[in-house]
């Protein structure tokens, strides 16, 4: 099967939304063995939309519609569809009924043009919405198939698993199954290089790597007559690329790597308190992230200035005359003063110089020094980060947790 990926809405066009749905979109199709050649961004216009469905339809089998669906005029995407096939629109009962409730469950009203939400074909498989009022649905004739799902990623993307995938899947007889592996620390050209032998002979299982925010993910994908079939076929690339990357690859599936870490200091009783400056929190917040971490973690500071890393994590005013506070001696005396304060097994400590202005030739913007402690023992990494103020900082906190799990692992060794 064929399928190409329609994005209605003008906001996208103009670059005020961010497309994340096809992303989304063509990774499922891929998982699931359907092929696609073309994604297609078209405003909120008539005429234009059932040209591209046109197009479309006689290029492939399926086409994935987001956006369009909500209650205003210029919202036509579900009826646009329903006109290229000849279908009339009809009043959907229990969607109507379902979408009252929604609302009376956060105390709204519905207007009256939300009934607009409501309409089908009498042709169409209804798909439930089930985090917002616009449901979806699946129209069909002689061949050929229109998926109509809504714009939000979070409405878009659970109806697509709950409603859409068990649908398709039911077109073909085999199973695909997909594996995720995690990779930190390694940029995609070579993890892609280091693997290219797999790549360029693989059959079944399959295998591709993609980058997303700071980190490089493979996924394997087998085609089989059943789940275990297919899971058979998966574990041995799967063991074969754990040997390969060994601690970079520091996950499946979903886990995010402050889950990683923060599971580690749970399991393992280990309490921790973090001292951030040029990372300004967003360490302690990730760590915060993970459920249960008031287990361990103790405390998150941020000190910025001089004055607060004297007065709260012990730092000498000597250190910081002399090799200033973008150094691997402040790190250290962040990193062990903030362990000490709080009397934690863990002491980690970012400062540097996210930018864009105050870097010099010897410390240019994107230099950051980190600190962790571990029960005594302190330690300090240096790096220099590409990217904006915002880009330095993400990838120093990621950075920074994960050099805390390989310091974790060798410790548990």
Same mark, same amino acid.
Request: aromatic share 6%.
């Given at each position: 099967m064929k399928a190409e990926i329609?994005?209605?809405?003008?906001?996208?066009?103009?670059?005020?939304?961010?497309?994340?749905?096809?992303?989304?979109?063509?990774?499922?199709?891929?998982?699931?063995?359907?092929?696609?050649?073309?994604?297609?961004?078209?405003?909120d216009n008539e005429e234009r939309l059932l040209k591209t469905?046109?197009?479309?339809?006689?290029?492939?089998?399926?086409?994935?519609?987001?956006?369009?669906?909500g209650p205003t005029e210029d919202d036509i995407t579900k009826e646009v569809c329903a006109k290229y096939f000849g279908y009339e629109l009809e009043l959907h009962k229990p969607s109507l009924d379902a979408?009252?409730?929604?609302?009376?469950?956060?105390?709204?009203?519905?207007?009256?043009?939300?009934?607009?939400?409501?309409?089908?074909?009498?042709?169409?498989?209804?798909?439930?919405?089930?985090?917002?009022?616009?449901?979806?649905?699946?129209?069909?004739?002689?061949?050929?198939?229109?998926?109509?799902?809504?714009?939000?990623?979070?409405?878009?993307?659970?109806?697509?698993?709950? $409603?859409? /995938?068990? *649908?398709?899947?039911? !077109?073909?007889?085999?199973?695909?199954?997909?594996? &995720?592996?995690?990779?930190?620390?390694?940029?995609?050209s070579k993890v892609e290089n280091d693997i290219l032998d797999?790549?360029?002979?693989?059959?079944?299982?399959?295998?591709?790597? $993609?980058? /997303?925010? *700071?980190?490089?993910? !493979?996924?394997?994908?087998?085609?089989?007559?059943? &789940?275990?079939?297919?899971?058979e076929l998966i574990k041995p690339m799967s063991d074969e690329m754990?040997?390969?990357?060994?601690?970079?690859?520091?996950?499946?599936?979903?886990?995010?790597?402050?889950?990683?870490?923060?599971?580690? !200091?749970?399991?393992?009783?280990?309490?921790i308190a973090v001292a951030e400056s040029c990372t300004g929190g967003m360490v302690s917040a990730s760590l915060i992230n993970y459920p249960g971490i008031s287990s361990v973690f103790m405390e998150g500071c941020v000190t910025y200035s001089n004055e607060a890393k004297m007065k709260s994590l012990g730092v000498k005013k000597e250190t910081l005359d002399i090799y200033r506070a973008v150094s691997d001696k402040c790190a250290k005396e962040m990193a062990s003063g903030v362990a000490a304060r709080y009397n934690t097994n863990v002491g980690i400590a970012t400062t540097g110089i996210a930018g864009p202005g105050g870097g010099t030739d010897e410390k240019p913007v994107g230099l950051v020094y980190f600190g962790i402690y571990i029960n005594g023992k302190v330690i300090t990494k240096k790096y220099v980060f590409n990217g904006d103020r915002q880009g330095v900082r993400e990838r120093a906190t990621r950075t920074i947790l994960n050099d805390l799990r390989l310091e974790l692992l060798n410790m548990e060794k």
């Open positions: 329609i994005t209605v809405g003008t906001e996208i066009l103009l670059g005020d939304i961010l497309n994340t749905n096809c992303r989304y979109l063509s990774r499922e199709l891929a998982a699931m063995g359907i092929e696609m050649y073309y994604q297609i961004t078209v405003g469905l046109e197009e479309s339809l006689n290029r492939s089998d399926i086409v994935i519609c987001t956006g369009g669906l979408m009252i409730e929604r609302f009376k469950h956060m105390n709204r009203v519905p207007t009256k043009n939300n009934e607009k939400q409501a309409y089908f074909p009498k042709e169409a498989y209804i798909l439930k919405n089930d985090n917002g009022t616009a449901p979806g649905c699946i129209m069909e004739k002689e061949g050929k198939m229109i998926v109509v799902l809504p714009g939000p990623p979070k409405e878009m993307e659970s109806m697509f698993e709950n $409603y859409v /995938k068990p *649908y398709l899947s039911k !077109l073909t007889d085999d199973v695909i199954e997909s594996e &995720v592996l995690r990779i930190i620390g390694v940029g995609e797999i790549i360029d002979s693989q059959t079944n299982p399959t295998i591709a790597t $993609y980058a /997303k925010g *700071y980190e490089c993910t !493979l996924r394997i994908t087998a085609k089989a007559k059943s &789940v275990e079939e297919a899971k754990k040997r390969r990357f060994g601690q970079s690859l520091y996950a499946t599936g979903e886990t995010s790597i402050e889950e990683v870490v923060a599971k580690m !200091l749970v399991e393992n009783n280990l309490k």
